[in-house]
T-cell receptor, first 112, second 109 residues
Framework: EAQVTQNPRYLITVTGKKLTVTCSQNMNHEYMSWYRQDPGLGLRQIYY???????DKGDVPEGYKVSRKEKRNFPLILESPSPNQTSLYFC???????????FGSGTRLTVV | KNEVEQSPQNLTAQEGEFITINCSYS?????LHWLQQHPGGGIVSLFMLSSGKKKHGRLIATINIQEKHSSLHITASHPRDSAVYIC???????????FGTGTSLTVIP
């Protein structure tokens, strides 16, 4: 089944403790991206990647890192999480970025 | 700044009604997307448009590039259509993706 798999679904962590949210797709898509969703603000793009080893900042990249060492994986790294990064995070992939998107199920992160 | 504006923010309809959700954008785009987010949180891509009109079942999406406007129509609405509908655009000056804040639709039986 074609899908984008995010893990974990839920995560509670403490301020400053490094964490990684994984994202994997099995559709051989070139484009992958990360978003956060906050009440009243909607979805905002954090980072995107057009292909392996190519990443670019979206609207809200501060406090996040990404890497794209393989086509299928695009992890989101929070080196030193802070409470303002408490949010619902989505990973998505697309054939090239200008085609339809497939979203992961989301990761609800709480930083205390 | 809001590159994408949606209206209405909230919409309640009786089952069977015809529903329209509007989206206006201010940037040049390569494509516009309509997404559906159910109460469980998952997001599904409904349509991707760069011109004209697309239809899938009871859903119809249109776009007017000159007016920078798109509409999502739902015919013969049903309670299972209750969800948040999100308009999003791919910028044509890069590969950024901008989202509207969504329209929360509730269809009452």
């Amino acid at each position: 089944e074609a899908q984008v798999t995010q893990n974990p679904r839920y995560l509670i962590t403490v301020t400053g403790k490094k964490l990684t949210v994984t994202c994997s797709q099995n559709m051989n898509h070139e484009y992958m991206s990360w978003y956060r969703q906050d009440p009243g603000l909607g979805l905002r793009q954090i980072y995107y990647s057009m292909n392996v080893e190519v990443t670019d900042k979206g609207d809200v990249p501060e406090g996040y890192k990404v890497s794209r060492k393989e086509k299928r994986n695009f992890p989101l790294i929070l080196e030193s999480p802070s409470p303002n990064q408490t949010s619902l995070y989505f990973c998505a992939s697309s054939l090239t970025g200008a085609y339809g998107y497939t979203f992961g199920s989301g990761t609800r992160l709480t930083v205390v | 700044k809001n590159e994408v504006e949606q209206s209405p923010q909230n919409l309640t309809a009786q089952e069977g009604e015809f529903i329209t959700i509007n989206c206006s954008y201010s940037v040049g785009i390569s494509a516009l997307h309509w997404l559906q987010q159910h109460p469980g949180g998952g997001i599904v891509s409904l349509f991707m448009l760069s011109s004209g009109k697309k239809k899938h079942g009871r859903l119809i999406a249109t776009i007017n590039i000159q007016e920078k406007h798109s509409s999502l129509h739902i015919t013969a609405s049903h309670p299972r259509d209750s969800a948040v509908y999100i308009c999003a655009v791919n910028s044509n000056t890069g590969n950024q993706f901008y989202f509207g804040t969504g329209t929360s639709l509730t269809v009452i039986p």
